[in-house]
């Protein structure tokens, strides 16, 4: 049996100590903080970022660049057969080209894959963990891509941004539109397309937000056993039970529920305070 490593980026909200525990390997992304550069989950942890975001800081990102994945790829190479990399949906970072640049510069097709997940944040590290579960059980990287093509279609991920003032700063909404929005105490609900695009599906009232999620995913799973991932940017306890109360009292046939942070590669362009949930099907052997 071939021996796989299996790679992501920090988008997939999988800290370092998470991959060691669980074998994986998290490449981090590049995260500037008014210029310094940090390395998002080694030396830049979320609650600091929310904190620097909240001091009205200035945080971007940049993307893992050719030569990082090379020598990661290298590196994993010396002692594993192939590798399967897992990397946020390309329409939304450039870490997929530059892993693609690194592979083709190493010659190394033959023994790295790259798949496109069309997500990120936690529901990207939900695919890498299933496809972590099919080569446990003694799969193939070609079975682990067959295995995240079917979740991928069904997964749920969905998060209310409290506030359109990050957005407006990135000029991604005019000012108009975040100003009415907060006026009328709006929040976007944001979605991943097929396509790998992330949209605002819908608009709730800021206090309709946990209640939106919660029917959308009764809607989509009925009494399904589904595996449930709470996400939220900060450190809000109360938020966090909120949360949990609402699915205790759905009508969702809940077989896992698990607590993720939300770090710096999404805060920093939504701003502080973004939750959601991720679901998908239950599987036996889920890992968290």
Known sequence: MKKVALVSDSSS???QEDARRLGVHIIPNNVYLNGELRKDGVTLQTRDAEFFLAQGGEMQTSPITAEEFMEVFGNL???????????????????MANAWEAVQRMEMQHRVTLYDSRIGTIALGRLLLRAKLVIDQGGTVHDAVEQMDQV?????????????KYFRKGKRVSASRAIIATL??????????PEGQLTNARTVRGHEGISSLIGNLEQRF???????????AGEDPDQIARMR??????????????????????SAHSGPGIYGFVAEPYVEGHLA
Do not use: F, W
Request: glycine content about 4%; some cysteine.
């Open 13 to 15: 909200e999988i800290s």
């Open 77 to 95: 190479l010396n002692d594993h057969d192939e590798v399967l990399c897992v990397l946020v949906s390309s329409t939304l970072s450039q870490n």
């Open 152 to 164: 991928r279609e069904v997964i749920v991920a969905d998060a209310v941004v409290p506030s359109l």
């Open 184 to 193: 009328l105490r709006l929040c976007p609900v944001m979605v991943y397309t």
């Open 222 to 232: 009925g009494d399904q056993p589904v595996a449930i991932t709470i996400g939220l």
């Open 245 to 266: 109360q609402a699915l205790e009292h759905s009508r969702l046939n809940v077989k896992h529920v698990s607590e993720k942070p939300i770090g710096a590669s999404i």
